[in-house]
């Protein structure tokens, strides 16, 4: 009876993972996980892709306030390119309803494209209640045509929210 009760203990620990001789602890590759919260290193043995999604949307006048659903659900925000659009300002959500984190530190960035053809359709990036934004050293807020912008951001001690903005325009 003893034997049987042994053997059996080895088999538990060896489906766990448990290499015998040494103690080195083997890797248990399960590829499932319990919970969205991983509590420890994450190794990805192949591709990986963050997120995803796309925020198309038709401005009806020359302001727009990015909702929290724009963010939350999507990583790039782009608008229905136009040649009669003027110069659009696009606000940021305030930090109550912005997607982020509530956790000091939490980060995320997103791409917001400037597709509109008139020369004069500059989209220009206007914090929300709480939010603080920068640019790098000689950049501006304002998103040219046929531009890009990288909006990366995350949530400060004080609940407030710090965003860079880093314009890039076409290198080819």
């Not at 060896?14 to 319990?34: D, R």
């Not at 136009?82 to 956790?103: E, I, Q, R, V, Y």
């Not at 995320?108 to 206007?126: D, G, H, Q, Y």
């Not at 209640?129 to 000689?138: K, R, S």
């Amino acid at each position: 009876m003893k034997n049987y009760i042994i053997t059996g203990l080895i088999a538990v620990l060896v489906s766990l993972g448990v290499v015998l001789g040494g103690g080195a602890v083997k890797e248990n590759n399960l590829g499932a996980l319990s919970s969205p919260d991983v509590l420890s290193y994450l190794r990805v043995h192949n591709w990986f892709e963050q997120g995803g999604g796309v925020s198309t949307i038709t401005p009806v006048a020359a302001t727009y306030t990015l909702t929290s659903s724009d963010l939350r659900d999507n990583n790039v925000v782009t608008f229905v390119a136009s040649t009669t659009m003027p110069a659009l300002t696009l606000n940021l959500p305030a930090t109550t309803t912005f997607p982020l984190g509530t956790k000091a530190g939490a980060y995320r960035s997103w791409t917001i494209e400037n597709p509109f053809l008139a020369a004069a359709t500059t989209t220009t990036i206007v914090a929300g209640t709480g939010v603080d934004l920068q640019e790098p050293d000689g950049q501006n807020v304002v998103i040219g045509i046929n531009n890009y912008a990288w909006l990366t951001c995350f949530r400060e001690a004080s609940s407030d929210i710090v965003c860079r903005v880093n314009e890039t325009i076409p290198a080819d």
